[in-house]
Nanobody
Framework: QVQLVESGGGLVQAGGSLRLSCAASGSIFSINAMGWYRQAPGKQRELVAAITSGGSTNYADSVKGRFTITRDNAKNTVYLQMNSLKPEDTAVYYC???????????????WGQGTLVTVSS
């Protein structure tokens, strides 16, 4: 089994910052891409940022220049530094990982349980 555990969500005023963390654990052989998605009330889940094992990154246009995704491969952990937060960033943020499991070397996509980020105006 593999699980992703997120932390770092909370309530912040507009213009403030938060840092999300997501640690993967379990029977992991290797992790390919890791990313953060978010889902606001009444809206579809959307990609916020993603990072490959080599460090290549991809961001949603709405967060470019404000959010930064990084990862620590040794710790199987991905981070999302969120600066200049806006009320429209309010959502549940989900961690996602595409990985290979041990023994079978099979592919697995795993989601975290989500962490709520609320930005007040």
């Amino acid at each position: 089994q593999v699980q992703l555990v997120e932390s770092g969500g909370g309530l912040v005023q507009a213009g403030g910052s938060l840092r999300l963390s997501c640690a993967a654990s379990g029977s992991i052989f290797s992790i390919n891409a890791m990313g953060w998605y978010r889902q606001a009330p009444g809206k579809q889940r959307e990609l916020v940022a993603a990072i490959t094992s080599g460090g290549s990154t991809n961001y949603a246009d709405s967060v470019k220049g404000r959010f930064t995704i990084t990862r620590d491969n040794a710790k199987n952990t991905v981070y999302l530094q969120m600066n200049s937060l806006k009320p429209e960033d309010t959502a549940v943020y989900y961690c996602n990982a595409d990985l290979i499991v041990v023994v079978t070397l099979g592919y697995l996509e795993v989601w975290g349980q989500g962490t709520l980020v609320t930005v007040s105006s």
